[in-house]
């Protein structure tokens, strides 16, 4: 072997055992067996910590929630009805805070609210699942969670919101509930438009992930969003999401018949 060759070979392992140490630093595993989508790291693993921007103190405790894989388990069933319910409770206590900061009808003081023990109470921090149908998939943008503008700007690097509604024929989206795939070992095939086409189909979804209060938004009031703010009818989110389901043989009521939105097949439009 040439020296030369030889030291190609060398800084090639110092480049990769640096990416390695990256991705240790910045998105370690927070438990023996964390639950991601993918075993396969995504680049913004070595990019963004769990706290998400490191100058945004405020968001901090909230954007771990938001990238925690490790959710107390075993998973429990909870329904659209329940986070509804969930979200009037928070409501009834005065020293949780939330909304966004120019406009929070509903709270005194707008969020993030830091002190997470009263939603750790009510559930955050739990495995969740959650059986419905999608209304629609958005791409998000540069958020505090994915350390904003520090990523490159690619839909790789951010969440991808996901309404979900009590039915197929529902499209009231301040009926539904807000779930989030955050960026973080999110498999190539989850997508934006691979969830719309889920819609599209009309099939209901199962979604398992960890159960979290967003409260930098208010939900709708009287039927339509607060002004900056997704449209939801709770605050409450499985963010984020570690299983995405469709139900493609029967009413899978029996727990058979789920595929993984990795493994499933959009059906082909007639015609095609």
Same mark, same amino acid.
């Given at each position: 072997?040439?020296?030369?060759?030889?030291?190609?070979?060398?800084?090639?392992?110092?480049?990769?055992?640096?990416?390695?140490?990256?991705?240790?630093?910045?998105?370690?595993?927070?438990?023996?067996?964390?639950?991601?989508?993918?075993?396969?790291?995504?680049?913004?693993?070595?990019?963004?910590?769990?706290?998400?921007?490191?100058?945004?103190?405020?968001?901090?405790?909230?954007?771990?929630?938001?990238?925690?894989?490790? /959710? +107390?388990?075993?998973?429990?069933? =909870? *329904?659209?009805?329940?986070?509804?319910?969930?979200?009037? %409770?928070?409501? #009834? &206590?005065?020293?949780?805070?939330?909304?966004?900061?120019?406009?929070?009808?509903?709270?005194?003081?707008?969020?993030?609210?830091?002190?997470?023990?009263?939603?750790?109470?009510?559930?955050?921090?739990?495995?969740?699942?959650?059986?419905?149908?999608?209304?629609?998939?958005?791409?998000?943008?540069?958020?505090?969670?994915?350390?904003?503008?520090?990523?490159?700007?690619?839909?790789?690097?951010?969440?991808?919101?996901?309404?979900?509604?009590?039915?197929?024929?529902?499209?009231?989206?301040?009926?539904?509930?807000?779930?989030?795939?955050?960026?973080?070992?999110?498999?190539?095939?989850?997508?934006?438009?691979?969830?719309?086409?889920?819609? /599209? +189909?009309?099939?209901?979804?199962? =979604? *398992?992930?960890?159960?979290?209060?967003?409260?930098?938004? %208010?939900?709708? #009031? &009287?039927?339509?969003?607060?002004?900056?703010?997704?449209?939801?009818?709770?605050?409450?989110?499985?963010?984020?999401?570690?299983?995405?389901?469709?139900?493609?043989?029967?009413?899978?009521?029996?727990?058979?018949?789920?595929?993984?939105?990795?493994?499933?097949?959009?059906?082909?439009?007639?015609?095609?």
């Amino acid at each position: 072997m040439t020296s030369s060759l030889r030291s190609v070979r060398i800084i090639t392992f110092a480049l990769v055992l640096a990416c390695c140490c990256a991705y240790a630093d910045k998105f370690p595993n927070a438990c023996q067996a964390p639950q991601f989508p993918s075993s396969k790291a995504t680049a913004i693993d070595g990019l963004c910590g769990l706290g998400g921007a490191p100058g945004d103190s405020s968001e901090t405790l909230q954007n771990q929630g938001k990238n925690n894989f490790c /959710a +107390a388990g075993p998973a429990k069933p =909870i *329904t659209i009805a329940d986070m509804v319910q969930l979200q009037l %409770t928070v409501q #009834q &206590n005065k020293n949780i805070n939330f909304g966004n900061t120019h406009d929070h009808p509903l709270s005194d003081t707008p969020g993030p609210t830091t002190d997470r023990a009263p939603l750790a109470a009510l559930g955050e921090g739990n495995e969740v699942v959650l059986q419905g149908f999608v209304l629609t998939a958005r791409q998000e943008g540069a958020e505090s969670v994915n350390c904003g503008s520090a990523v490159p700007d690619k839909p790789v690097s951010y969440d991808i919101h996901i309404a979900i509604v009590d039915s197929a024929t529902n499209q009231v989206e301040c009926s539904g509930v807000v779930t989030e795939m955050s960026p973080h070992h999110r498999p190539t095939t989850w997508t934006a438009d691979a969830v719309n086409a889920v819609s /599209a +189909a009309h099939l209901p979804v199962r =979604i *398992t992930g960890h159960l979290l209060f967003d409260s930098s938004h %208010t939900p709708c #009031q &009287n039927g339509a969003p607060v002004s900056g703010d997704p449209s939801r009818a709770s605050l409450w989110e499985v963010h984020p999401i570690y299983k995405f389901e469709i139900c493609t043989q029967g009413d899978c009521g029996s727990g058979q018949g789920w595929t993984p939105l990795e493994s499933w097949k959009a059906p082909k439009s007639k015609g095609k």
